[in-house]
């Protein structure tokens, strides 16, 4: 599984607290935490607080690489900030940029200029791509399945190879009324995305928004992400510090004959 | 979910001592405890040590019914075991029979004869049925289907319900050597199975044989079975008295929009 902890998000009191304060410590223990625990990527999201947030990304940007060198998830649904976080980004671990719709009514051309981004960065830099276009986002598989076959479809075409993309079915809250039929949904779209070309696009998702607002977060999102895995899910962006979440990826990775069977399987996973 | 609570069992130490000392308190408490839990049957087997299987098994119901009238799930490869069962077993709150395969070399009718007793104890008595013939159990996912289907076509045949079948896939420890593929290739089977009649005959399994062995068994059965209720499991034996194991029940049956999701859906699981 490729993990992208979530944590360096301003949606977080800590970090929106640390960005306006300009505190490096909170960030740099966040970065370094993250990368034991197992992240390969982590992601970097402004949030919404910050006035500045091109300068912000930036700043974040410097201030995790003073510390790490683990690979950035660039978060943000502003080409301008991605680009102002790629313009001091390291990339000799690779990077991601997160994310693009196929196309937006006020953009029809976002994808194109996600993956421009992408090229500019380098080969080992991928993108995050949503199932969605500029009609929102879709309620049903096929539409989903749909979309993602766009997407490949014009990274194909442009030279973009399809294993730097990241397709991202959308999952939603499943406390939100008739948002209950979407869990299985997306289960189904994930098996058939993985055949849209060989070899396969990586699927991911923001898992913890499954669980928003509910009572059981950490349980649903580890039941949820266990079914995911199953159907061919190969990365996701989670709180890597949920102990109990990191055991459930080790163990489905184990049962989905990804990692081989030890007695000590749980503990060689965390360390590999 | 149908579960059916495996914790009458002589290959328990504590079962194995109170069939031997007819110590009917253990036997009773392990039938009510797995009742409150959320049991809707409770297996019953006599496991190996008895030497009057046929008398232990009469004792054993008899036993439990004292005490709860929680449907039974008769537990024996052998078809006179099972008969001497079913001759004192009260049938009001339905049954199963566990289990048969499709045939065996020794006996190529034991599937009929495992409907037979099922048909004289009522419609309210099913029959749960590996996917395993007199060549053993299939290792790939093709063979495990065609068994079952053979199975459903053979009941339907002489009418017998599909809707009363428990097929069961057959999990294997993940331990044994080169059997991690198996896990991936039963969840494969049951999405196939459950397209077998409409409606569909139930899928089953006896989760906890996954984890012999291991370090991990709650975790590995937890992880297991979220996933094969995301492919069509309905039913499964497995330890109820788990609670965490029944999170991951309710949890993915809410997931799967078989229960609606309220903050305190686990807690409505438990009690209905």
Chains 1, 2 share one sequence.
Request: net charge negative; charged share 20%; glycine share 6%.
């Amino acid at each position: 599984m490729i993990l992208i902890g979530e944590r360096i998000n301003g949606m977080f009191t800590d970090v929106k607290q640390a960005i306006a304060e300009k505190n490096e410590k909170v960030i740099q223990d966040l970065a370094r935490r993250q990368t034991e625990a197992g992240a390969k990527y982590l992601d970097v999201n402004v949030g919404t607080a910050a006035a500045d947030q091109e300068g912000t990304i930036k700043w974040l940007v410097e201030t995790i690489q003073k510390t790490c060198s683990t690979g950035l998830c660039l978060d943000s649904q502003k080409p301008a900030v991605i680009a102002a976080g790629l313009s001091v980004m390291n990339t000799e671990n690779g990077g991601i940029l997160n994310s693009t719709p196929l196309n937006k009514k006020s953009d029809e051309d976002v994808l194109d200029k996600y993956l421009d981004m992408a090229d500019s960065a380098g080969p080992g830099v991928g993108v995050i791509t949503l199932t969605m276009d500029k009609n929102g986002v879709p309620q049903d598989t096929d539409t989903r399945v749909a979309i993602a076959a766009e997407i490949v479809q014009k990274a194909m075409e442009r030279g973009f190879d399809p294993q730097r993309l990241y397709i991202d079915p959308i999952i939603l809250p499943v406390k939100v009324p008739n948002a209950q039929s979407q869990p299985g949904n997306i289960l189904n779209a994930i098996e058939q995305i993985k055949y849209l070309a060989e070899p396969s696009p990586h699927i991911t998702m923001g898992l913890s928004n499954l669980s928003q607002g509910t009572n059981e977060r950490s349980l649903i999102n580890r039941v949820f992400l266990a079914m995911a895995i199953s159907r061919g899910m190969d990365s996701a962006i989670v709180e890597v510090l949920d102990k109990q979440l990191m055991d459930v990826v080790a163990t489905s990775e184990m049962l989905m004959d990804k990692q081989i069977y030890s007695d000590s399987f749980l503990k060689v996973y965390s360390t590999t």
